[in-house]
């Protein structure tokens, strides 16, 4: 619960965050020579964590003339889709406040809960985390247009990107952009996959991804069975037994869970802010390796499931047929047969662009892993070569050159950025990502100005040295 003064503690919290900003306002000048009217400098897609992150990167930097657009209601992604307690990083993990330390989490948990109730706290509640994402939009203001989900980005003339987007009312919209982000999380990078024989099998009814809006409340008392064994199937099974499910069976194609975590290893400021500078022959390798170790539900996410009698986690037990045996589902798996009124759907992403609207007219032209780099015998990974090949500051590039110079102003900070940078949105490589595409917009933007610039620092008068008296002779020296 909040503390009972939590409003004037907030506020005295607001009042800290002005004077640190004003205080590291410097270089504070207004720099980026305008287009003309209706011309972004920069459109974010994707209202999330990296979008507001970024938003506020580049009003740092003096790049003011910015739109956010966010496909969702202001609710945010962590209470619509998430289905987890808490968040999978440490509470420590700094992002989103931009080394500020009155717009941390932190910060801003102590105001309103306390300093006892931070040290007690071991991981940040997921609705926790969303209401303060929430506040740093509103203390910042930054320019956020929420319900506007972008499904076009296009080239133009005079070196400007087309945004087109629509709201759920039927509403269209047209921006024009010098830049792009597409920041659009851990599906930016092509689609969940739900496996050809589940829809081939099963009634629409009858399954859904974990992605997807599930009415949790209909499974009371129904057999439920979860196919894969990542943090997320985890979190749907909870969420089908805390909704009284009788039954849920976890299904997974691997013989035993991992239990050791490569992502937690990645954090540290070496491999966190200079992954992108490797060479891509030991980039390959490290993607190949993280990959493959692949990542363990938490532990509180495990037990959250074990702590139910009615959970059941099946090992080594990948989908052999599927069907209907009247109304119910049949899951066939080496061992056994498993009944079920309901399938859950948690078998991950599959990379591929050009499953995204707003990459369409990208995704002919975009370089792929496996245009650039061919590994060595042995290492063939065709899930890794279809990533696409982004450069240091997360621009797409070009697989032939000279057929889509556009795709240099367009970049991603979604899943679409892991392997060439270990970046895919998420907290933890938060402020290294959003770091290197603020300095790579703001350079790009620099040099397409810098001619302009050198005619005015050819006209620039403003004197400084305007007194030239001497004190020794009371007059001026000519």
């Not at 962590?78 to 808490?86: N, P, Q, S, V």
């Not at 490290?286 to 509180?300: L, V």
Request: aromatic residues 8%; proline residues 7%; contains cysteine.
């Amino acid at each position: 619960m909040p503390l009972p003064d939590a409003e004037a503690r907030l506020a005295a919290l607001a009042d800290r965050v002005a004077w640190e900003l004003q205080t590291l306002a410097y270089p504070a000048r207004d720099w980026v020579r305008p287009r003309g009217d209706g011309v972004r400098d920069v459109v974010v897609v994707g209202g999330g964590q990296c979008g507001l992150a970024l938003s506020f990167a580049l009003r740092r930097a003096r790049v003011t003339n910015t739109e956010v657009l966010e496909a969702g209601a202001p609710a945010g992604i962590w209470l619509r889709f998430a289905r987890m307690h808490t968040l999978r990083t440490p509470k420590h993990v700094t992002g989103p406040e931009l080394g500020m330390p009155s717009l941390s989490v932190r910060a801003w948990f102590e105001a309103r809960y306390g300093e006892a109730a931070w040290a007690a706290l071991t991981k940040i509640p997921r609705d926790v985390w969303q209401a303060y994402l929430d506040w740093l939009q509103g203390m910042l203001a930054l320019p956020v247009e929420a319900g506007w989900r972008v499904d076009a980005v296009a080239p133009e003339a005079d070196d400007l990107l087309a945004v087109t987007a629509e709201r759920d009312d039927g509403a269209r919209a047209r921006w024009l952009a010098r830049h792009v982000v597409l920041a659009t999380g851990v599906d930016g990078a092509g689609a969940w996959q739900v496996p050809a024989m589940v829809a081939a099998a099963l009634p629409a009814g009858r399954y859904a991804h974990t992605a997807e809006a599930i009415d949790f409340a209909r499974l009371a008392g129904k057999r439920v069975a979860v196919l894969g064994a990542g943090a997320s199937a985890f979190d749907n099974a909870a969420m089908a037994l805390e909704h009284g499910a009788a039954r849920v069976d976890l299904l997974a194609r691997r013989p035993q869970l991992p239990a050791v975590n490569p992502y937690r290893w990645m954090e540290f400021a070496g491999f966190l802010n200079h992954f992108a500078d490797l060479p891509d022959a030991l980039k390959w390798r490290f993607m190949r390796t993280i990959f493959a170790m692949n990542q363990p539900p938490p532990q509180e996410t495990f037990s959250r499931c074990a702590l139910h009698a009615g959970f059941h986690l099946h090992l080594g037990a990948p989908i052999r047929a599927l069907r209907m045996e009247g109304d119910a589902i049949v899951v066939e798996t080496p061992h056994r047969a498993v009944p079920a009124d309901f399938l859950i759907v948690g078998t991950g992403l599959v990379v591929e662009p050009a499953l995204r609207p707003e990459l369409a007219a990208a995704a002919p032209h975009l370089a792929r892993w496996r245009d650039r780099f061919a590994p060595p015998a042995g290492e063939e990974d065709a899930a890794l070569g279809a990533f696409p090949y982004l450069t240091g500051d997360f621009a797409f590039t070009e697989r032939v050159a000279g057929s889509a110079p556009w795709l240099a102003r367009l970049r991603s900070s979604s899943f679409a950025a892991m392997a060439s940078t270990a970046s895919s949105g998420g907290i933890s490589t938060l402020r290294p990502t959003v770091d290197r595409i603020a300095r790579g917009i703001t350079r790009d933007l620099f040099l397409d100005q810098a001619e302009a610039d050198h005619a005015a620092l050819v006209a620039y008068e403003e004197r400084e040295l305007v007194d030239l008296t001497l004190a020794s002779e009371g007059t001026r020296p000519w």
